[in-house]
Nanobody, 124 residues
Framework: QVQLVESGGGLVQAGDSLRLSCAASGSTFMNYAMGWFRQAPGKEREFVAAISGNGGNVHYADFVQDRFTISRDNAKNTMYLQMRSLKPGDTAVYYC?????????????????WGQGTQVTVSS
């Protein structure tokens, strides 16, 4: 079992930056690929970013356009999503997820563990 707790969401203005964190507990953190999904009101949940267990392999959704950086600190059992140049379209609930591979996260098929989500609101 893996427990995931997100933090760092909030209300920001367009163009601002925000860093989300995901603290994991309950199992060997580096055994899991980690990632972020998001869901905006009235829209389907979508993939944002993924990172492999050792941090050497990362993937991003096309809409990220080099604005976001995913990283992890296995010594702290924590994953991060640094978001820059935020847009109103980035407004969503952001979910931390864990799975056995980045492929599972990128394809959004069979993710093992979810956090409760953190709200990010970007005003224009």
């Amino acid at each position: 079992q893996v427990q995931l707790v997100e933090s760092g969401g909030g209300l920001v203005q367009a163009g601002d930056s925000l860093r989300l964190s995901c603290a994991a507990s309950g199992s060997t953190f580096m055994n899991y690929a980690m990632g972020w999904f998001r869901q905006a009101p009235g829209k389907e949940r979508e993939f944002v970013a993924a990172i492999s267990g050792n941090g050497g392999n990362v993937h991003y959704a096309d809409f990220v356009q080099d604005r976001f950086t995913i990283s992890r600190d296995n010594a702290k059992n924590t994953m991060y999503l640094q978001m820059r140049s935020l847009k109103p379209g980035d407004t969503a609930v952001y979910y931390c997820v864990a799975a056995r591979s980045t492929y599972i996260i990128v394809t959004m098929r069979g993710v093992d563990y979810w956090g409760q989500g953190t709200q990010v609101t970007v005003s224009s």
